[in-house]
């Protein structure tokens, strides 16, 4: 099961992103990790939420551009090298990392690393038999 | 048609009629108004000097600047106590320009519109509702006052409060739509953002009456395909009356001009001499009957051209290209002149963008440089700054082909692009 993971459109000026999660804020969403993307113009705030389709709507509905995507929650061991090795995966299958961020919060030993991949798919298809840990989105968000 | 005789006269009649009525408008702001009077004499012309309309060319020019200097009442030819209504401009550029209407006034401006909303086949029978700004600007008054003398249902709602708009379509059986198109391409989004239910077909709209702002042949085809309407544009300017001083006909190709109360001429913007009928330039309106404000000569700054080509709707009247852009709002960018109108063209031309922008002109040193800024809306939002990056290069490729000019695209957030009055502000030039 893919993360889903919610975007939106900021301008690089001073308040900006304030008003975004002033948004979220009223609207009681949680947001569990972020990362910014920066231009000298603008910045794409990617965000894993409790409630994707709510900070959604509630973005909308505050004229702010924003979108949803799906995006590939990894288990990794959190020891040297298991980043690199689960990377080799992807540039065995020649499956380009569009971008990526880790998780903050750290579970019994593992870390998770969010990736965003043009075909999610074969991303997954080239971790299974590997023993790797896609981490679901109820992992994340918890149980609703 | 509205009025049959006036719009199908034959070409030589209606020069005569001009000719006529001419001669007392020279005449009666010559007579009334110390202005006109004062630089008449100065540039040695006498209104019975007008024995053609060739001899027109003799008269000096009126300019925005000669109705700021006269603000606010300075060129009415009547006393107040005939004047019965106002209208001013909202004056993005110094002092507003402020025009009068007497009782006679109001029923020519609300004539003109009717014979416009005629001519795209809208009738008594029709429900239109007027989203132009109601106020000082000529736009929902006028409207207002053109569907009432036409007979139709017409709805006051103003502009603005978008889900009120889609609630009386619905409600009211709503069946022409009236506003700046740049408004009508914010309803469309507004539906697709906010109310994937609604669904415009099942409305009874089926006429966009467009306006005040100047619009493209590509934004024609997307407010069509969006609202499932036919969009008309209806020309028109506070200083000569607003609204209705032209309108498209059923051809939707150059809108015909209300000659028998507007008198147009196109002029060398550079030089002011006239130029011979098909030619491009900036358009002159002499007003023919109107009584609190005359204008002799007004230099619109608006460019086009003016033909007659036997117009399949039966009009006689002398036909005028879509505004393509306007003397004052060109710019010249390192040499290259550029209109508004034409960064317009290049965005719609970009599969997702909207013509939602601003162009702020600046000089770094000796050299000017163009930026154009352009709102992000979710069709053309992505999480990744490669396909952002594509987008803005994309865009700049487009200004360098078309424009041959290099511009800086910077991407920004929906709104941020100030918009007056329902208008977009489009040209910022911070060179001085």
């Not at chain 2, 609202?227 to 498209?248: F, H, N, R, T």
Request: proline share 4%; glycine share 8%; aromatic share 8%.
């Amino acid at each position: 099961m893919n993360v889903t993971q919610l975007s939106a459109f900021v301008a690089n000026k001073p308040g900006h992103l304030q008003r975004v999660l002033k948004v979220l804020a009223d609207e009681n969403i949680n947001i569990i990790t972020l990362t910014i993307a920066e231009t000298s113009d603008f910045g794409i705030l990617r965000m894993i939420v409790n409630d994707p389709d709510k900070g959604h709507k509630v973005l909308r509905e505050n004229n702010i551009t924003c979108s949803i995507t799906d995006v590939l929650a990894l288990e990794i061991d959190d020891t040297p090298g298991s980043l690199y090795n689960a990377l080799d995966v992807f540039a065995q299958m020649n499956l380009n990392i569009e971008y990526m961020y880790a998780f903050t919060e750290k579970r019994e030993g593992k870390a998770v690393m969010i990736f965003r991949f043009e075909d999610i798919e074969a991303a997954k298809n080239a971790l299974v038999g590997k023993g790797y840990n896609i981490v679901r989105k109820i992992d994340i968000i918890g149980e609703k | 048609m509205y009025s049959r005789d006036i719009e199908t006269m034959p070409e030589k009649k209606m020069k005569e009629l001009q000719l006529e009525r001419l001669k007392w408008s020279v005449k009666h702001a010559y007579n009334n108004v110390p202005f006109y009077k004062k630089k008449y004499d100065e540039a040695g012309f006498h209104p019975d000097q007008l024995k053609s309309l060739d001899d027109m060319r003799r008269v000096p020019f009126l300019t925005k600047q000669d109705m700021r200097d006269n603000y606010p009442y300075g060129l009415f030819a009547v006393p107040l106590n005939k004047v019965v209504r106002v209208h001013a401009s909202s004056g993005t550029t110094g002092n507003a320009t402020v025009v009068g209407y007497t009782k006679n006034d109001v029923e020519v401006f609300a004539e003109v519109v009717a014979r416009s909303l005629s001519a795209y086949g809208v009738s008594e029978n029709d429900v239109i509702q007027v989203a132009y700004g109601y106020g000082l600007f000529t736009g929902g008054l006028g409207l207002h006052y053109g569907s009432e003398k036409l007979g139709a249902l017409t709805v006051p709602i103003s502009g603005g409060n978008t889900p009120r708009q889609l609630m009386l379509f619905k409600d009211f059986g709503t069946t022409v739509f009236c506003a700046t198109p740049s408004y009508a391409l914010n309803i469309a989004d507004y539906i697709e953002k906010n109310m994937p239910d609604y669904k415009i077909e099942d409305t009874k709209l089926r006429v966009g009456v467009f306006g005040a702002e100047p619009w493209t042949e590509a934004m024609r085809t997307e407010i069509e395909k969006r609202l499932k309407i036919d969009a008309y544009d209806i020309y028109g300017l506070s200083e000569v009356i607003g609204p209705g001083v032209s309108c498209e006909c059923s051809q939707k190709s150059g809108l015909h001009v209300f000659e028998d109360h507007f008198y147009v001429e196109i002029i060398n913007p550079e030089t002011g001499e006239v130029l011979p009928e098909g030619e491009k330039g900036e358009i002159v309106y002499t007003s023919l009957t109107k009584e609190a404000f005359p204008g002799i000569r007004y230099r619109s700054r608006d460019i086009t051209r003016l033909y007659h080509d036997n117009c399949k709707c039966g009009r006689t009247l002398v036909k005028m290209d879509k505004v393509s852009g306007r003397s004052d709002d060109m710019l010249i960018i390192r040499g290259v002149n550029v209109f508004p109108s034409q960064v317009e063209s290049v965005l719609m031309e970009i599969e997702g963008t909207e013509p939602h922008y601003q162009i702020i002109v600046d000089r770094k040193g000796s050299l000017d440089d163009i930026e154009v800024m352009v709102e992000v809306n979710e069709k053309i939002f992505s999480d990744e700054i490669k396909v952002m990056n594509e987008l803005s290069k994309k865009i700049n490729d487009k200004f360098r082909s078309v424009l041959g000019i290099n511009a800086k695209v910077t991407l920004s957030e929906p709104g941020s692009i100030p918009r007056s009055e329902g208008k977009a502000v489009r040209v910022v030039d911070k060179r001085k």
